[in-house]
């Protein structure tokens, strides 16, 4: 099989038996939330296949005669798959049978860009023997669309692709505890990992993919080494942070305490707060900094919940605040700082959910420190909360009423 020179870029779409006559008859694509990090990186000109899942065929070859574009026919598939992607096929469709077995060959899925030596192989297999040919880059077929019968495929036993190119996404996290291993994903840094106190880019990457849509502003009154503007900005997402004392280079962080925020009431769409835990890390000299004061200090609590007000204010109505927050040891002391901090968010906000996320390339998690504890019989802050908050209308929480649940119980 020959290669392309020129980047071949593809990604591979599904549907069901149930919504592909009306991805052909629009000529249309379209992924949900769970996928739409995906969706949204198609640009026009992107060789895309469609995967019908009930049948286990890929129908090929496809362009996309647009970029991704959010909820832009808002009736196709009755509103269920909102990031979308006009298509124009490359001359006649052709199933290819044993979908699922394929992909895995290439080293393909729904959730990640396809390599481009996977991209050129499946355009072999489609026909186009010359995947560098000036027309299959320019040609979209007549107006009719002409389905051939499924076609089998055929490829060596042994198959060496290279994904090492293919940037991996995050993963929506589906339970309560949220553990990341890496500070940053993809090719390009999120935020600076040496900064003291940087937060992981994946929760705030989930945060936004479960509150957010393309377009929305994500605000973040501590911004640090710039994290959340990162992220939103290769989600496509407005971003606004702002930091007492902008790191040096980030001309895209504003310089404010976030105890006065300078935006108009009920105007964002979600705000995270990385805080200080207390005065454990020294974030800079300015004599305002909250991180100056100790959380064993009522003060200090004082000064956040002057934070969590002006969110309050800022944030639109049913929107969500995402607030990370870790306890205190210190010198044979426990201050739980978040069970504290936790009950100031709630004069404020309803809760959603509370998650836990631990803690990786902590200084304190050497053997020095890990004997230490042991020896002199202390714990090691292991974990930190995430507070994940909603705006209700009125100031205070509405009343809930009591229901009765019917649950599926099971033997012991």
């Known amino acids: 099989m020959g290669r392309a ?8 779409f599904a549907c069901t038996n149930s919504t592909q006559d009306e991805c052909f008859r629009r000529r249309l694509f379209g992924n949900n939330k769970v996928r739409g990090a995906i ?6 000109g992107s060789f895309l296949f469609l995967q019908n899942l009930d049948t286990d065929v890929l129908f090929g070859v496809f362009r996309a005669a647009t970029d991704c574009i959010f909820d832009w026919q808002k009736d196709a598939w009755k509103g269920r798959y909102p990031y979308q992607v006009k298509v124009e096929p490359l001359g006649e469709i052709t199933p290819l049978t044993e979908a699922e077995k394929l992909l895995r060959k290439l080293k393909g899925d729904r959730n990640s860009q396809l390599p481009e030596e996977s991209t050129s192989i499946l355009l072999e297999l489609y026909g186009f023997e010359d995947v560098r040919d000036k027309h299959l880059l320019e040609y979209f077929s007549d107006e009719d669309l002409i389905i051939r019968e499924p076609t089998c495929w055929n490829l060596p036993k042994k198959l060496r692709i290279n994904d090492s190119k293919v940037e991996r996404l995050p993963k929506l996290q589906p339970t309560t505890l949220w553990d990341f291993p890496r500070q940053s994903y993809g090719f390009t840094p999120k935020g600076h990992n040496k900064y003291a106190g940087v937060t992981p880019a994946e929760l705030i990457w989930n945060l936004v993919w ?15 080494s710039g994290t ?12 606004i942070g702002y ?15 976030a105890r006065k925020i300078p935006l108009e009431d009920n105007t964002a769409d979600m705000i995270f707060v990385d805080s200080p835990y207390g005065d454990n890390i020294r974030y800079n000299d300015n004599p305002a900094c909250i991180g100056n004061i100790s959380s064993e200090d009522e003060l200090f609590y004082d000064e956040l919940e002057k934070v969590i007000a002006e969110c309050r204010r ?11 927050i870790g306890d205190q040891w210190v010198r044979r002391r426990f201050t739980p700082v978040g069970f504290i901090l936790y009950q100031r968010l709630c004069k404020y906000f309803e809760t959603v959910d509370i998650v ?6 902590q200084s304190s998690h050497t053997d020095l420190w890990t004997n230490r504890a042991k020896r002199f019989n202390f714990f090691l802050r292991g974990y930190r909360y995430l507070f994940i908050m909603r705006k209700l209308s009125g100031l205070k929480s509405k009343k809930i009423n009591t229901r009765k649940v019917n649950w599926t119980c099971y033997e012991r």
Not at 244 to 256: Q, T, W
């Open 314 to 324: 800022i944030l639109k109505d049913g929107k969500i605040v995402g607030w990370l």
């Open 39 to 44: 969706a949204i990186r198609v640009r026009k």
């Open 356 to 361: 836990c996320v631990p803690r990786r390339g």
């Open 243 to 257: 930091d007492l004392e902008p790191i040096l280079g980030r001309s895209d962080i504003k310089r404010n305490d």
């Open 210 to 224: 479960r509150y957010t849509n393309p377009g929305d502003l994500v605000v973040d009154p501590m911004c640090g």
């Open 228 to 239: 959340t503007i990162d992220v939103c900005q290769e989600e496509g997402r407005r971003a």
């Open 5 to 12: 020179s020129r980047s071949l870029i593809g990604y591979v």
